[in-house]
């Protein structure tokens, strides 16, 4: 049976035995996938690839501490956000604000409004409006509508209150209907 023919579990305990073959048929299953949630984050294709790359390698160098091969995949994207927030916040300087400087309001719904105009917008519209968004905002909305993330997990990740969380999200989708306004019309 030939590599591609495979499942990942099969893959992944070849990979466990040093498989450089078996090794590449994981990489090229997920490194699309795993590219393009690290450019999101750092917004920077070269340094996306770096990232890519090093994560690649930490999953493959840790694989024995994975609990549940059928979560690979959810792992290895855990691998390259964190390496990408990591390389992130590295390469910027964060302004952190504190939390009483802040007025916040935690939404009630999911934010979106039902036949509000913005439905006829393609993706690509609303990926590339989302590249103009401050960082921290795009960010967030990246890791929330994007990758799925909740918000235990966005604050984990991002490092912030659970408070801080929701006005993020919230501030960053209010930014992100205000840019597509023009678009929609």
């Known amino acids: 049976m030939t590599l591609t023919n495979q499942n990942i579990e099969q893959l992944l305990q070849l990979c466990k035995s040093g498989d450089q073959h078996a090794q590449m048929e994981v990489y090229n299953r997920y490194y699309k996938a795993m590219y393009n949630t690290a450019f999101r984050i750092v917004k920077d294709s070269f340094e996306a690839e770096d990232i890519m790359q090093d994560s690649f390698l930490t999953a493959f160098t840790k694989l024995d501490s994975l609990k549940e091969v059928k979560t690979f995949g959810s ?9 990408s927030i990591y390389h992130y916040k590295k390469n910027t300087k964060y302004n952190d604000v504190p939390i009483d400087d802040v007025l916040y309001k935690i939404e009630e ?6 036949n509000n105009g913005f439905t006829d917008l393609k993706v690509n519209q609303v990926l590339d409006t989302m590249k103009l968004l401050k960082d921290n905002y795009r960010m967030g909305l990246t890791l929330h509508l994007i990758e799925g993330y909740d918000y235990e997990e966005i604050c ?3 490092n912030i209150s ?3 969380c929701r006005t993020l999200i919230s ?14 019309s």
Do not use: C, T, Y
């Open 156 to 158: 984990d990740i991002m």
């Open 162 to 164: 659970n408070a801080n």
């Open 75 to 83: 792992w290895l994207k855990r691998i390259v956000i964190n390496n």
């Open 171 to 184: 501030r960053a989708k209010d930014s992100l209907r205000k840019k597509l306004a023009p678009l929609a």
């Open 109 to 114: 719904h999911s934010g979106i409004v039902e």
